[in-house]
């Protein structure tokens, strides 16, 4: 598959504690199993000079996000904090949004970050499929930007939740594999054939 657009950022979305693991309070469990392919993907980026953006979710202590969920990510506390094995690096040029919604795109400033970079595809990772990814992918459609998401660098917390948010990406997004992904940006961005 040909990729669309000409300078893309991987949207890491919530790699939290309080996502992934057994000590999390709302746990994605399924999640824990795309760890070593999108930690695979950052890496790649990094040598290809292809954007990498971390979503973190930082509640305040009475979100009303805690009305209808579970209490999660409060900022500043370890639930908040990336796992030890997805950390952004800065001086590799990850950016971090923090978030109080579903999207990485409601109420911060990525889609600035991603008009100032001059971005024109969101390509998506993380958890949870059917909610958050979900979400930022529509929003990114309707921002004006190409979307891709990646199926096996997302999750939720079963198969049925997961499927659920790919049949709705599919929509208006193209659906790959993280390695499908990789090659098809190899052949496109290498040499630095990427508009800066």
């Not at 040029?93 to 970079?117: I, M, N, P, W």
């Not at 390509?123 to 990646?150: E, F, K, P």
Request: glycine share 6%; charged share 30%; hydrophobic share 35%.
């Amino acid at each position: 598959m040909e990729l669309r657009g000409k300078k893309h950022v991987i949207v890491v979305i919530d790699m939290l504690n309080d996502f992934i693991g057994e000590k999390a309070a709302l746990r994605c469990e399924n999640g824990e199993k795309i760890v070593p392919a999108i930690k695979e993907l950052v890496d790649f980026c990094h040598e290809e000079n292809i954007q990498v953006v971390f979503v973190q979710e930082a509640h305040r202590q009475n979100d009303r996000d805690f009305r209808v969920r579970p209490v999660h990510a409060i900022k500043g506390t370890w639930g908040s904090q990336f796992i030890p094995e997805l950390q952004p690096d800065e001086s590799k040029g990850d950016y971090v949004v923090q978030k109080r919604r579903h999207s990485a795109f409601s109420y911060t400033d990525f889609d600035l970050f991603c008009r100032e970079e001059e971005i024109d595809t969101v390509v998506l990772t993380g958890v949870w499929t059917n909610v958050c990814v979900r979400s930022t992918g529509s929003d990114a459609l309707y921002h004006g930007y190409n979307v891709i998401c990646l199926s096996d660098s997302t999750a939720s917390k079963d198969d049925l939740m997961h499927e659920s948010g790919l049949r709705d990406i599919d929509l208006f997004g193209d659906i790959m594999t993280t390695k499908e992904y990789m090659e098809a940006a190899r052949k496109k961005f290498s040499n630095n054939n990427q508009v800066v």
